[in-house]
């Protein structure tokens, strides 16, 4: 491995060669795969700048770069990273890239600019507005940033990025028109169309997630990929599982402000070294806006929470607001295509699923005996639960589930007033979205080891019937990490009789799909089991809502369609699907 402190303490004799080669032409890198001996691989872990600014032709080359790997058939950040997506991927020095959520949009941003020779700043620190000892990951003022760190020539890229794991999810949570010198926020808020929301930019979740769109289709919908603790990746797609906040919380959609590196010395090889960056205030921001906080017509950061979002004279809701500015053209629903882009997206969330259930299971913290007490919240923590624990993925999930499933009633409603946005020229909707739907359902499966070693396949519809019995506890058997119910199947978990009570005290939090960090959840088990269950008791909810699909197409269905009556298959699988 590369002697990395050396190289941070190098003479600039001893870069003179890097230099010439990490020189950028015109926006093209002119790092190659010469790289690849172990001397040049060590020097290729030299942050080399060469540019004062990102151009536009940078910014698309980044969002080009965000797309590939979005695309990418890759489920960490290493392998992302390594792949055919990357094309910076042989001029790496050896080494294993990592991130979560918070840190993946800072890494991808930092690593692109050094293989670039782009500079690069980032704030380091932030100041709770709540007062001194709060998480700002989940504070009610926002933060403030106190703290900044830049790139400079000569520096070790490698060690530069690794250290950007000290980001939090607390990094985003500023308000949304926040820009003071000389600790300016690293992103703003943008206009929302076609020409601003675009690969590379970051959405934050209030609920202390943090994705980055890769992609805006045609019909506007958005998809994002987004790192976890567990060092997974997911895909998936903006929608009500984001839920939007007021202006000082700093929710939904962040552009990267613009930078500039000032006061330099340009050497005669074209390298820059020294100077300061400085951030592009909002006014001079031509597409910098406050409308998805406050609506379209009358900003109205008061009454935030009652915004008017009009297009084209139609008054939209926040999320079909995004969608039909994103979109090419007037926004149509095409209700098969609708429930089928749905389906894939599930599709995904359930393979990221299976993945992080699959490094619990390996690392093996199910053969752990189960803690005293839940943390204090499960949803924010750290430590195993934090990183093997699946609460807020699994509650995205869910909110996907419920998302789709009232797409499906808001499909239907469309079509039963004659809505204009809906384009359909069949004669049975409902009979439509359930061919539809079964069809999705049985192209998406996973595989799941039991813990005799047998394989236990499961469609996307067995995951919606057993969704409120999936464990978010890591402590737990795998096939209670699968929400297995049937005695046959659930034989061969091995939890005790401890670990059993746990998990059918665990049912409200399980029923819950509302994301809540301000309540207190570090029960006991005989706390969690006392009657009285409530959502501000930090035990749940006492019903989980309604997701499913095929009940309220069958209930809609102007012709009975038996072929669709399928039951779903449990069958012992040879090799996983996924």
Not at 174 to 203: K, L
Request: net charge neutral; aromatic share 10%; hydrophobic share 35%.
């Amino acid at each position: 491995m590369p002697d990395f402190h050396a190289l941070n303490t190098a003479p600039f004799s001893t870069l003179k060669a890097l230099a010439r080669s990490a020189l950028v032409a015109a926006g093209a890198v002119a790092l190659t795969a010469s790289f690849m001996g172990a001397a040049q691989a060590a020097r290729s872990s030299q942050w080399v700048i060469t540019k004062d600014h990102w151009s536009e032709s940078d910014e698309r080359g980044f969002s080009e770069f965000i797309t590939a790997l979005g695309e990418a058939d890759c489920f960490t950040m290493n392998d992302c990273l390594k792949s055919p997506a990357n094309p910076y991927r042989a001029t790496d020095p050896y080494v294993k890239w990592w991130a979560d959520c918070a840190d993946m949009p800072y890494m991808l941003r930092a690593y692109y600019a050094w293989k670039n020779g782009l500079p690069f700043s980032h704030q380091t620190a932030m100041r709770s507005g709540d007062g001194p000892g709060s998480d700002i990951r989940y504070s009610l003022d926002g933060n403030q940033v106190v703290a900044r760190r830049n790139a400079k020539t000569g520096i070790n890229a490698v060690n530069f990025i690794r250290y950007i794991g000290a980001v939090s999810t607390g990094m985003y949570r500023h308000h949304a028109a926040a820009e003071a010198a000389p600790y300016f926020t690293d992103h703003y808020s943008p206009d929302i169309n076609r020409d601003t929301i675009r690969p590379g930019t970051v959405v934050y979740d209030v609920n202390g997630h943090v994705t980055m769109v890769y992609k805006v289709t045609e019909d506007g919908r958005v998809l994002t990929l987004a790192a976890h603790p567990d060092q997974s990746l997911s895909r998936s797609y903006f929608g009500r599982n984001f839920l939007r906040t007021q202006a000082k919380l700093g929710t939904g959609f962040k552009n990267w402000r613009p930078i500039r590196l000032e006061g330099y010395k340009r050497a005669a090889n074209g390298v820059l070294y020294g100077g300061r960056v400085t951030g592009a205030a909002n006014i001079e921001l031509a597409d910098f806006s406050l409308e998805q906080y406050a609506g379209t017509e009358v900003l109205n950061f008061t009454k935030w929470y009652e915004p008017s979002f009009v297009v084209k004279g139609q008054n939209l809701n926040y999320y079909e607001w995004v969608r039909a500015s994103l979109s090419v053209g007037d926004l149509k629903y095409r209700p098969v295509r609708e429930l089928r882009a749905m389906m894939t997206s599930l599709c995904q969330d359930i393979s990221a699923r299976k993945h992080a259930v699959d490094i619990a299971i390996k690392t093996g913290v199910h053969r752990y005996n189960q803690p005293r007490q839940l943390p204090d919240n499960i949803y924010g923590t750290e430590g195993t639960w934090e990183s093997y624990s699946t609460p807020s993925r699994d509650a995205r999930l869910k909110t996907s589930f419920k998302e789709t499933y009232d797409l499906v009633q808001q499909l239907l409603d469309m079509h039963a007033s004659g809505d204009p946005k809906l384009s359909y020229e069949g004669t049975d909707l409902a009979a439509d979205l359930m061919a539809a739907f079964y069809e999705e359902s049985h192209a998406c499966e996973v595989t799941y080891r039991k813990s005799n070693a047998q394989q236990v396949r499961l469609n996307l519809e067995d995951v919606m019937n057993r969704l409120w019995d999936m464990s978010f506890d890591p402590y737990h058997c795998v096939e209670r990490r699968w929400g297995a119910t049937d005695p046959q199947e659930l034989a061969s978990c091995k939890d005790g009789a401890v670990k059993t009570a746990w998990y059918e005290a665990e049912q409200h939090l399980r029923f819950q799909i509302d994301r809540t960090y301000d309540v207190d959840m570090g029960h006991d088990l005989a706390s969690l089991q006392a009657p009285g269950k409530g959502l501000y008791s930090g035990r749940g909810v006492e019903a989980p809502p309604e997701v499913n699909i095929p009940a309220l197409l069958a209930s809609n269905l102007k012709t009975k369609v038996e072929a669709y009556n399928v039951t779903p298959s449990q069958m012992p699988a040879s090799q996983p699907s996924l």
